[in-house]
């Protein structure tokens, strides 16, 4: 069985999407290669989870009404409500708010400032490991 090792996040201001995933999430970024891509640290080694990259976007971001048209990522956040503020504050938007998935957690979506999506989800302590 094949697993995800990797995401990319494409951008169309790099620094500008680079601040914002590190304010929100606390995730690492250091410049590979003289590249124009950033490999991103999102934990320690010890946790579930995969690292990533940040690359310039090669063309137009997705437009305000364009249909979902890559794999979603979610991240798992220890609260919900706050980095959905955060995340407001941040330039996101919520695009789909804030739902219960049973014996899970709650789960929300944004766009991330360069109308990336990506999944937030705040797992309920009671439903143990829940789904991932």
Known sequence: MSRVIHFEIHASRPSELIAFYRELFG???????????WLIETGAADRPGINGGLTQRRGPAPSGEQPVNCFSCTVEVPGLDKC??????????????????PGVGWLAYLKDPDRNILGVMQHDPAAGQGAG
Do not use: C, H, T
């Open 84 to 101: 959905l503020e955060d995340a407001r504050r941040l330039g996101a938007e919520v695009v789909v708010p804030k739902m219960p998935i």
């Open 27 to 37: 995730w690492k970024f250091s410049q590979w290669a003289n590249q124009e891509y």
